[in-house]
């Protein structure tokens, strides 16, 4: 149970981020819901229901005011027990056309944010001798996508950030890990899907089959996951059942990779 615990969520109004949120905030903790929109944030921290122990705080966390905005809002609220490290984005582009701007957006918005989020929190937790830190990395910083290699290069840059971390704050009773989704379904992944179906012109059943077949092979659930699998897997690492994991890579990718 995670009562009395303050819980920041990045980007938490769809997706994985919205399942982590919703389920930290069924545990008991108090969740701070992040998105760009602040009308969008307000609503969805509506929906989870919890009220007084759910707060919306928009926040754009492409640079470093916006991680100090969120910070400094929420530490209003109370002192930062648990931060999920789960913003960022995926962009499918063949490896010729990934520009020097591509390179250093994908480095700026899916791990510089994430290492100033952490810088943030970090001093807090080691002072109250407790605390969690997840980077949401994924399947693709192992099993980097030919599609998308600057995707998996941040991905693969997060792990070294939580390794590099948990070793850090070492001995303090704050844990640092990494969580390896493979696909799952989330607003972002349908949007893109259904996109590729409609110019294909096929059936998003279809073009999920074909993902799998040709993609993703490897998996043996055969299937995307929902946010909420990957969020039951956050929720443990960030409760006080995970005190003995810290340094970690945990995949809920189904069985995607060998390894
Ligand atoms: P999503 O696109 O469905 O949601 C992204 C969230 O980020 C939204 O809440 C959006 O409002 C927010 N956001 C966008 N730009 C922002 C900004 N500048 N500042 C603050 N918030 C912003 O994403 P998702 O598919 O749930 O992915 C969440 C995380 O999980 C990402 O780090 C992604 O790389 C990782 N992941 C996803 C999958 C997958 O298949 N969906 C697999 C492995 C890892």
Known sequence: ??????????????????????????????????GRNREKAERVAADLGHPGRVHAV???????????????????????DIL?????????????????????????????????CSREAMG???????????????????NIPVEMVHYGMTKTALLAVSRGLAKTLAGTGVTVNALLPGPTWTEGVAEFVGRLAQERGIAVEQMKEDFFRSARPGSLIRRFAAPEEVANHAAYLCSPLADATTGAAHRVDGGLVDS
């Open 1 to 34: 149970k995670l009562e009395d615990k303050l819980a920041i969520v990045t980007g938490s109004t769809d997706g994985i981020g919205k399942a982590i949120a919703a389920r930290l905030a069924a545990e008991g903790a108090q969740v701070v819901i992040n």
């Open 58 to 80: 928009a926040a754009d966390l492409s640079g470093a005011e916006g991680v100090r905005g969120l910070f400094a809002a929420a530490r209003k609220i109370a002192p930062i």
């Open 84 to 116: 999920v490290n789960n913003f960022g984005i995926f962009e499918p582009k063949p490896f010729e056309l990934i520009s020097d701007e591509d390179w250093l957006r994908f480095f700026n918005l899916n791990v510089l944010s994430a290492v100033r």
């Open 124 to 142: 807090g937790m080691r002072e109250r001798g407790w605390g969690r830190i997840l980077f949401i990395s994924s399947e693709s910083g192992i």
